[in-house]
């Protein structure tokens, strides 16, 4: 498809219902926009009022181009990489008999 982005929206008082529309009006303007950007998610971080829509597309312009016509508050648009929970890259380093935690250090297995 194309390169991984992140629209990073810093949003006042933004509650989860602006945030899901917002991903359908992306949804919206991507299918009219011939799908050369495509939406894959959004995180809603509460507390700091900050929203992050994930976006694969062929350029930064196109996510900037896509935003817009969905009218998407966003302050920048970043270049990023994204890996599923289940992408092998996640799993290249480990050996068998070592626990790996999200977030926590590496323990060894008894």
């Known amino acids: 498809m194309g390169?991984?982005?992140v629209a990073e929206c810093s949003w006042p008082d933004v509650r989860r219902e602006?945030?899901?529309a917002g991903a359908e009006r992306v949804r919206l303007s991507a299918?009219?926009?011939g799908g050369d950007v495509s939406f894959r998610g959004s995180l809603l971080l509460i507390e700091d009022e900050i929203v992050f829509y994930l976006f694969e597309?062929?350029?930064s312009d196109a996510v900037v181009q896509a935003c817009r016509q969905a009218s998407i508050p966003f302050e920048r648009i970043l270049?990023?990489?994204h890996?599923?929970?289940d992408h092998p890259a996640r799993f290249a380093d480990?050996?068998?008999g070592v626990v790996y935690l999200p977030g926590s250090p590496r323990k060894d297995v008894g």
């Open 79 to 81: 270049g990023a990489v």
């Open 83 to 85: 890996l599923p929970p």
């Open 18 to 20: 602006q945030v899901e």
């Open 57 to 59: 597309g062929p350029s």
């Open 3 to 5: 390169a991984t982005f």
């Open 31 to 33: 299918a009219i926009a």
């Open 94 to 96: 480990k050996q068998p």
